[in-house]
């Protein structure tokens, strides 16, 4: 069998690259979906016959495809609606000064380009727009001569959720602005040359090259050129970027009020509590850049927000269904919980491989999808320890999530109004759960003003000699996502009640960390140690005692049978507001 794309088989297609279409298939298709007038015959209709009866769609296939080289972007430009979208392309390029033609220096290299045309579906189905990017081919350029520095911060989606509790809590206004060609509005300082796009060639320009004076797609250099832009720009208007997280940016107002920008790539959302200036920067922002106002946020990088008098609900439901749909699982059984209890994998498990690729793929996505759903942070946790050597066991337990999935598929966070104004910190550890090499899980998650933020279930990177040595390296590491969290809010000057509060299960942990003894159980972990009392003592923190039934990090550190797995997602704060009430 062929693989024409990442999910879909056929065994008449030879693609030789992801999303490549080969020549024969690209002049039967592409006419076909451009151009619906066009009549198909023969083999040509054959064709597209077998993949309706396959059930694959065009949008399935095709949302984003290279014609393969300048012989077929030309083919492309021959039908009006690529053609339109090349022409408002090419006149977003010159508007903004992007290349100059010149004359090629002796010992310069340019480098290639091609277009890259995406067909835009509504949540219908739909065709949106068709759209046509020019993007350099940036693996051609050599470190040193035509980039330099590469790296660019984006939003941390744990300061998202931190911005989305204050938000739901101090009746905060959310707005969403998207920036339109992003990369182009970055200043270059390196000296690159590229080919003429195709399409634009002429008489004049005949054996010359463009000397870009403004970063492009696909150049290595682009992500950092735009944020420094932008940095640059909101700096110019009064606001103040955050340290404890770069792409967030505040400026505070005589009278107590703030307003606040965060930015993932070309993805910005306003939000504070003073409505004018938040107003006035979309203005601003407008006379600098190419802005979409797409007004109050509602979908943020695969993330659904809906909002109500009640809070704010975050799901990923629709990414959810569509990756059940790629997987052919929308008609499996559904499980209650996403671990089987009774299972513990290991690397050596005796079972037969599976396909590589596809296991990382399918573990990938889940990672992403476990930022707006905790209840699938440790079993994800654990079937991503398997990625070198996936083996049928382990796929079974990636399988078992897709159908945790089909049963909760709307499930998500809910930030709701509520009286606390503090941190709480819950942290737990599963002694010796791995049957590999016997290293032990820690699990901590995080609470700002009563709502679930940030979270984590990771594997311990060395092995404990005790429950107790377990716990006190879980406790480390909620301690340092308190800190983290309390300069944020420090920085937003957002009112908050000291000290933090860190739950715990193991007396023999609180024990230590409260009184300095120093015996076998410790002189190992002497740094962890010294850590969390020295802020113990300085007031930052104070542990506090929680029975293992109310120890909401449990979750996060082994597979729980139904009840207790359901009582915890509860006190997580997760719904699914696709449940009829």
Same mark, same amino acid.
């Given at each position: ?199 634009? *060639? ?101 993330? *659904? ?184 809010? *420090? ?91």
């Amino acid at each position: 069998m062929k693989q024409l794309s990442n999910h879909i088989h056929l065994p008449i297609i030879e693609v030789p690259h992801k999303n490549k279409l080969p020549i024969p298939l690209a002049r039967i298709l592409i006419p076909h979906l451009l151009n619906r007038s066009i009549p198909m015959h023969g083999k040509d209709k054959e064709l597209i016959e077998t993949l309706g009866q396959r059930n694959v769609s065009a949008p399935s296939i095709f949302p984003k495809f290279d014609f393969g080289g300048k012989e077929l972007d030309h083919e492309a430009f021959k039908y009006p609606k690529w053609k339109a979208a090349v022409d408002e392309e090419v006149r977003a390029l010159e508007k903004n000064g992007t290349w100059e033609i010149t004359d090629l220096p002796r010992g310069k290299k340019p480098v290639g380009c091609k277009w890259i045309f995406t067909v835009k579906y509504k949540a219908d189905g739909n065709v949106d727009r068709y759209k046509a990017r020019l993007v350099a081919k940036g693996f051609t350029q050599s470190y040193g001569i035509d980039y330099q520095e590469t790296f660019a911060p984006v939003a941390k989606l744990n300061t998202v959720r931190v911005l989305l509790s204050l938000a739901a809590n101090l009746d905060w206004s959310l707005h969403q602005l998207d920036v339109k060609n992003a990369f182009l509005n970055g200043d270059l300082e390196e000296e690159v040359y590229m080919d003429i796009p195709a399409g634009l *060639e002429t008489t004049s320009n005949f054996n010359k090259v463009c000397r870009l004076r403004k970063s492009l797609y696909g150049l290595k250099q682009s992500p950092r050129a735009w944020f420094e832009r932008f940095t640059k720009v909101v700096k110019g208007y009064g606001f103040v970027q955050c340290q404890s997280d770069h792409t967030l940016f505040v400026k505070h107002f005589p009278e107590g009020k703030l307003a606040i920008i965060i930015v993932y790539v070309d993805d910005i959302i306003l939000t504070g509590d003073h409505e004018e200036k938040i107003d006035l920067l979309k203005k601003l922002l407008t006379k600098e850049f190419e802005i979409k106002d797409l007004g109050n946020l509602k979908y943020f990088l695969g993330m *659904e927000i809906a909002r109500s008098k009640k809070g704010i609900a975050i799901s990923q439901r629709k990414y959810v269904l569509d990756l059940l749909n790629e997987t052919g699982m929308l008609g499996c059984k559904p499980a209650e919980t996403p671990m089987d209890t009774t299972v513990k994998l290991e690397e050596s498990d005796g079972s037969a491989p599976v396909d590589k690729g596809r296991y990382q793929r399918l573990v990938g996505k889940l990672i992403y999808l476990s930022h707006t759903r905790p209840d699938i942070g440790f079993s994800v946790s654990v079937v991503s320890q398997f990625m070198n050597n996936p083996t049928e066991k382990h796929m079974t337990a990636v399988i078992r999530i897709l159908r945790y999935l089909k049963m909760t598929p709307g499930k998500g966070l809910f930030f709701q109004r509520t009286t606390k104004k503090e941190i709480e910190i819950f942290s737990d550890a599963d002694w010796a759960g791995s049957v590999t090499d016997r290293r032990s899980t820690s699990g901590y998650c995080s609470f700002v003003w009563g709502n679930l933020v940030t979270w984590r279930s990771k594997k311990q990177s060395v092995v404990a000699r005790s429950s107790a040595e377990a716990e006190f390296r879980a406790m480390a590491q909620g301690i340092c996502e308190g800190i983290w969290l309390n300069r944020l809010l *420090e920085e937003l000057r957002v009112p908050l009640k000291h000290p933090m509060v860190l739950y715990c299960d193991n007396q023999a942990a609180i024990s230590i960390a409260k009184n300095p003894v120093h015996h076998d159980r410790t002189k190992h972990v002497e740094i962890d140690r010294h850590f969390i009392k020295e802020k113990i003592e300085e007031g930052v923190f104070k542990v506090s005692y929680t029975p293992t039934n109310c120890q909401t990090a449990d979750i996060l550190t082994k597979a729980l049978a139904r009840v207790n797995f359901e009582d915890l997602t509860e006190k997580l704060g997760m719904i699914n507001i696709y449940n009829a009430a």
